[in-house]
């Protein structure tokens, strides 16, 4: 299993896909996940990502060999930004290559799950009456 872990403050999605892509890939899964132009009905101004990255690098490996071997992943790339985002921006990119296109599917809810969940990145919504910091996982 090859793997693409980086933490960027700009995101180029297709470095992601171009790194997967393999003649020996059924499928091939991606999740690009954006900055919202509201949360909870009130309307967000950007958002500020900052991470402990040391950390953050060890977790997103572990995701992607976790993946690799729940579900035969050949190629994983997790890249997440920091820095300030407007809405409509990409903040994290995850493309998965496997065999069969319900692991690639699994593989990569797995692993944007799992990212929120256990990789240290915070944000910082800005809103019109203010910001307020909250973890970027539930």
Not at 51 to 68: F, G, H, T
Not at 79 to 86: D, N, Q, V
């Amino acid at each position: 299993m090859r793997s693409l872990i980086k933490i960027v403050s700009h995101i180029q999605t297709d470095e992601a896909i171009r790194f997967v892509e393999s003649p020996e890939s059924g499928g091939i899964v991606t999740f690009i996940g954006t900055v919202r132009n509201q949360t909870q009905g009130k309307p967000v101004l950007k958002l500020f990502f900052e991470s402990y990255e040391p950390m953050a690098l060890l977790e997103m490996e572990k995701i992607a060999r976790q993946a690799a071997v729940q579900w035969n992943v050949q190629h994983i790339a997790i890249i997440h930004a920091t820095g300030e985002k407007l809405p409509g921006e990409e903040v994290v990119v995850i493309a998965v290559a496997a065999p069969h296109r319900g692991a690639a599917f699994a593989a990569c809810q797995y692993a944007i799950d799992t990212l929120k969940e256990t990789v240290p990145i915070w944000k910082r919504e800005f809103f019109e009456d203010g910001a307020v910091w909250v973890a970027a996982h539930p």
